[in-house]
């Protein structure tokens, strides 16, 4: 059955940086867009960043493009997302997420989870 388990989460200091990964397995890692969301305490779950199978191009949210990247390694089906400068809005739980299709848009549903990682930037 389709894994997705992350890692790499922890407490940082602002402007610290992290990178998070997603090990993937039960499916075929290169022929879907994957993704990165995030659930701050009582805040709704939000879309992060994706980087699609083809090309692959990538695709953020304002609020990270320029500190986040999201990359992929399709040899190890482990999905990464550096995280530079990062910020006390950043705090939260992250979790990587895989798409129905290869292309990425905003409209393609979501067919896996990981269990998610904490995220905490505090001085």
């Known amino acids: 059955q389709v894994q997705l388990v992350e890692s790499g989460g922890g407490l940082v200091q602002p402007g610290g940086s992290l990178r998070l990964s997603c090990a993937a397995s039960?499916?075929?890692?290169?022929?879907?867009?994957m993704n990165w969301f995030r659930q701050a305490p009582e805040k709704a779950r939000e879309w992060i960043a994706a980087?699609?199978?083809?090309?692959?191009?990538?695709y953020y949210r304002p609020s990270v493009e320029g500190r986040f990247t999201i990359s992929r390694d399709n040899v190890k089906n482990t999905l990464y997302l550096q995280m530079n400068n990062l910020k006390s809005d950043d705090t939260a739980v992250y979790y990587c997420?895989?798409?129905?299709?290869?292309?990425?848009?905003?409209?393609?549903?979501?067919?896996?989870w990981g269990q998610g990682t904490q995220v905490t930037v505090s001085s």
């Open positions: 039960g499916f075929t890692f290169s022929n879907y867009t």
């Open positions: 997420a895989k798409s129905s299709r290869a292309y990425y848009s905003p409209s393609y549903s979501i067919t896996a």
């Open positions: 980087i699609s199978a083809i090309g692959p191009n990538t």
